[in-house]
């Protein structure tokens, strides 16, 4: 841990009446929050957008911080890290987020929607390790018709560690028309969630003391 990065961690935004204390340091590839962890500046055409204090959904900005992706100018994904106890992910906060985030789910055929419960990542995804011990994240998705192969309308996916809750939500775009998107779809775009959460996990740094 440099001087320079517990430097940058403590800078005060300048605006008229003052401004909170940032919780992000910029670095060369990202910017990283206070807890130690990364936000990456890409993944895929997901770009960094913004990092700020409070959060997009729960709006406790003592508490929380976010990094936001965006693809096209729209947002696609989130980097949540808060200060919270008990579960990391619970099946009424996945299912507040169509209306916390505003999701546009796009023209879409009649069918059902698949919403997964809350439960630990499946075992074909690689071992997620924060600072050498390995981590149990969960997730949650929502999934729309029709379902060959399904059209995400969002996915979380989170763990704890020292006492901070990290939160990965994406958000991919609708198609642009009913049945699905056309020609060969990245699968990154599905996958972003478990990405940021990796890549998160695996460019964690301890704070300075």
């Not at 099946?91 to 879409?108: F, H, N, T």
Request: with cysteine; glycine share 10%.
């Amino acid at each position: 841990m440099t001087a320079e990065w517990v430097l940058a961690a403590g800078l005060i935004l300048q605006s008229v009446g003052g401004a909170p204390v940032t919780a992000f340091a910029p670095e060369a590839d990202g910017v990283r929050h206070v807890s130690g962890f990364f936000c990456p500046a890409a993944v895929g055409e997901a770009k960094l957008a913004k990092s700020e204090n409070g959060s997009p959904i729960d709006g406790d900005a003592d508490n929380s911080a976010f990094c936001e992706y965006q693809e096209d100018g729209q947002r696609v994904g989130y980097l949540l890290f808060s200060r919270t106890s008990g579960p990391v992910l619970t099946d009424a906060w996945c299912k507040r987020l169509p209306a916390s985030l505003r999701l546009q789910q796009g023209p879409r055929l009649p069918g059902v929607s698949k919403y997964e419960e809350v439960e630990p990542i499946s075992g074909s995804w690689p071992s997620v390790r924060v600072d050498g011990s390995e981590v149990q994240p969960v997730a949650c998705t929502l999934a729309r018709a029709p379902f060959t192969p399904g059209i995400i309308v969002y996915s979380a996916t989170a763990f704890q560690h020292q006492g901070w809750t990290v939160r990965a939500i994406n958000t991919p775009l609708p198609p642009p028309c009913c049945n699905g998107y056309p020609g060969v779809r990245l699968i990154v775009k599905d996958l972003l969630g478990l990405v940021l959460i990796s890549q998160t996990a695996e460019r964690f740094r301890r704070p300075a003391t």
